[in-house]
């Protein structure tokens, strides 16, 4: 309505919809005031005690309870190291072992993208959000209902993230419940998840069998198995333990198969509190920390040094039902909580957050996912998984909230970059200058100027405008905006990295189900 009358009274005219506009307009590098690998670490929820307490019993209760169902390659590896296989099939793992082997894992490895502007660093307390889960529905915000989620779901969600500036990664979000067989939805997740992002992909397997195959496909599109090898651009996801204190036997040979493709892993343990861990908070951290190690003994038995993310993720039960509450506050000190365990390992570290158990994008949502994910980005968490889109304790993924949530994020990441105190920063000539000197304002002076880019994050979604301005633009309402976001997204972006020719060479040779045809304006 900008330009125009309403009665007799005149309108603003274009000036600070120009100004919006500047400020959207996107940013060089060096300008932007968030990014991903901001170092967090001003929030821990432990103390230095709390985590050497945390690791003394996770070292005995690998000692002394072990852990049970390793498969025979496993158990192979891990004696060979120096665990012990009881009379009652329980590996159990000294603590010099763990130690040991500790300090032989990977650091200083890259998640590469098949765009490396888009390569992410974990370790420190270097900080990246991204997508993550296993959802069954997709979220029909306009009719408040939930359906199957489908293969052209995942792959919609990836091209989505990939245009989205704050979430740094695409970890496989949806279960593609169209897949008749497992092969397929292997395979077809892979594939619908690089097709639509060139951001850094996880996925998971069912079978070992799968990750051979689906590495035969990422080497086509890397160029060779040694251009995949030397970036792979694709990580797994494995859930190698049940917990309490299980391995996943068939997970671990999944592992095991993506170890010898030279496949980055999550080393992923998610027991639930008062269900499959303690009901105790600190129990449940320590739980998941001594199953994260024995995955650390685990990888590098087999191949020491190997890029792993150690990724402790308990979540929360509501008490009184039993079910998941993965928007609980005590998830959220969890989360934060688990991030900080990595750091004290030195080790590459993710957890999950984000994961509201609002059915839409709500109130509730935005406070869940918001306390969740800033805590997580304070504390340091490496890899924060799980953080946008998804609702329902994980059961469902919502592509307008996976456009909120960018904004959410970016203001989680301003939160985590923090307040840089120093000469130029504190101000004190500036102060002089316009108290003294100037027009006893700050509006157009050159500090205001130069850092109305580089020290505010300005959402893409949210608004900031007066109410009058509001209701002069029709009252405009997040998930509406949300929604014509995801309409223009999904009608206009369509990545085209992997070309035409070498797309059809892989529909020749691996069984692709997404259609040609969704995949082209």
Not at 42 to 54: A, F, G, N, S
Not at 95 to 109: C, H, N, Q, W, Y
Not at 111 to 132: E, F, I, M, N, W
Not at 200 to 218: N, R
């Amino acid at each position: 309505m900008s330009g125009k009358t309403q009665g007799n009274r005149p309108q603003r005219t274009g000036g600070r919809k120009a100004r919006q506009a500047l400020r959207s307009a996107p940013l060089a590098e060096d300008v932007r005031p968030v990014r991903g690998g901001i170092q967090g670490g001003d929030y821990l929820p432990l103390t230095q005690e709390d985590c050497k307490r945390i690791h003394e019993t996770a070292l005995e209760a690998l000692e002394t309870i072990g852990i049970a169902d390793a498969p025979q390659s496993g158990v192979d590896a891990m004696v060979a190291s120096g665990a012990i296989h009881g009379d009652d099939g329980r590996v159990r793992i000294p603590r010099t072992l763990v130690e040991d082997m500790i300090s032989k894992a990977g650091r200083g490895f890259t998640l590469c993208g098949q765009d490396s502007k888009h390569d992410l660093q974990p370790g420190g307390t270097r900080v990246y959000y991204g997508t993550a889960g296993a959802a069954v529905h997709l979220v029909d915000v306009e009719n408040r209902t939930y359906r199957e989620s489908s293969l052209r779901d995942l792959y919609d969600a990836a091209r989505i993230t990939d245009a989205l500036e704050h979430v740094h990664y695409f970890q496989r979000c949806m279960v593609a419940r169209d897949m008749t067989n497992s092969r397929d939805l292997d395979i077809n997740t892979c594939y619908a998840s690089v097709s639509g992002t060139t951001k850094h992909v996880g996925t998971s397997f069912v079978a070992p069998d799968h990750v051979k195959e689906s590495l035969e496909m990422l080497h086509q599109i890397a160029g060779s198995e040694q251009a995949y090898r030397s970036r792979p651009f694709v990580s797994l996801s494995c859930t190698f333990v049940v917990p309490p204190l299980k391995f996943a036997t068939e997970s671990c040979q999944v592992m095991e198969a993506a170890i010898r493709g030279g496949m980055p892993v999550l080393l992923l343990s998610a027991g639930q509190a008062g269900a499959t861990a303690p009901a105790a908070i600190a129990g449940t951290i320590a739980q998941a920390v001594a199953e994260c190690l024995a995955g650390v003994v685990y990888v590098n038995s087999i191949a020491p040094g190997y890029p792993a993310v150690f990724g402790p993720w308990p979540f929360v039960s509501d008490l009184r039902t039993g079910a998941m509450s993965g928007g609980s506050g005590e998830q959220a000190l969890l989360s934060a909580a688990c991030g900080q365990m990595a750091r004290f390992y030195d080790l590459p570290g993710g957890s999950a957050a984000g994961m509201t158990d609002a059915k839409l994008p709500d109130q509730q949502a935005g406070y869940e996912k918001g306390i969740s994910n800033v805590m997580a980005g304070l504390s340091g968490t490496n890899m924060i998984y799980e953080s946008a889109g998804m609702h329902a304790s994980l059961m469902g993924f919502c592509f307008e909230s996976l456009l909120i949530d960018n904004d959410l994020i970016g203001q989680s990441l301003r939160c985590v970059r923090g307040i840089e105190v120093n000469d130029a920063s504190l101000s004190l000539e500036v102060m002089r200058q316009v108290c003294l000197e100037g027009p006893g304002h700050y509006l157009g002076h050159a500090q205001t100027l130069e850092l109305m880019q580089r020290e505010y994050l300005y959402p893409d979604l949210a608004n900031r405008s007066s109410p009058k301005e509001w209701v002069e633009e029709e009252r405009p309402d997040i998930v509406e905006q949300a929604s014509k976001a995801k309409q223009r997204i999904l009608s206009e972006y369509f990545p085209d990295h992997i070309p035409d020719a070498l797309d059809s060479s892989l529909r020749e040779h691996f069984p692709i189900r997404l259609p040609r045809e969704v995949m082209k304006p």
